[in-house]
């Protein structure tokens, strides 16, 4: 007896879902437009209080989701984080 093969919904580049048969390895938050590791403190305790997961999303990687408009985490990826928050103080209007 064969057994369903299980399928993962991602976000692609574009934001929009699909969906794949490996799991994504990085989770985020569609309102706040954030990404960050699985295990991510932050987003633990969010799901341990009863929010976030309505509004979770799956990406395969990291660059998937910067093209997709999400932003690092500053608790579990804060040198990313860095990086992101210097570049954008440069590009924005003084």
Same mark, same amino acid.
């Not at 390895?25 to 633990?44: E, F, I, V």
């Not at 910067?66 to 992101?84: F, N, S, T």
């Given at each position: 007896?064969?057994?369903?093969?299980?399928?993962?919904?991602?976000?692609?580049?574009?934001?929009?879902?699909?969906?794949?048969?490996?799991?994504?390895?990085?989770?985020?938050?569609?309102?706040?437009?954030?990404?960050?590791?699985? #295990?991510?403190?932050? @987003?633990?305790? $969010?799901?341990? &209080?009863?929010?976030? /997961?309505?509004?979770?999303?799956?990406? +395969? #990687?990291?660059?998937? @989701?910067?093209? $997709?408009?999400? &932003?690092?985490?500053? /608790?579990?990826?804060?040198?990313?984080? +860095?990086?992101?928050?210097?570049?954008?103080?440069?590009?924005?209007?003084?």
């Amino acid at each position: 007896m064969a057994t369903a093969a299980r399928a993962y919904t991602l976000l692609d580049a574009d934001g929009h879902p699909y969906d794949s048969p490996t799991p994504g390895t990085l989770g985020g938050h569609r309102q706040q437009r954030l990404y960050g590791r699985l #295990d991510c403190p932050s @987003a633990l305790r $969010a799901i341990a &209080r009863g929010g976030y /997961v309505r509004h979770r999303v799956f990406f +395969a #990687d990291e660059a998937t @989701a910067v093209a $997709a408009g999400y &932003r690092p985490c500053a /608790v579990c990826l804060p040198d990313e984080y +860095a990086r992101w928050k210097a570049t954008r103080e440069r590009t924005a209007p003084p």
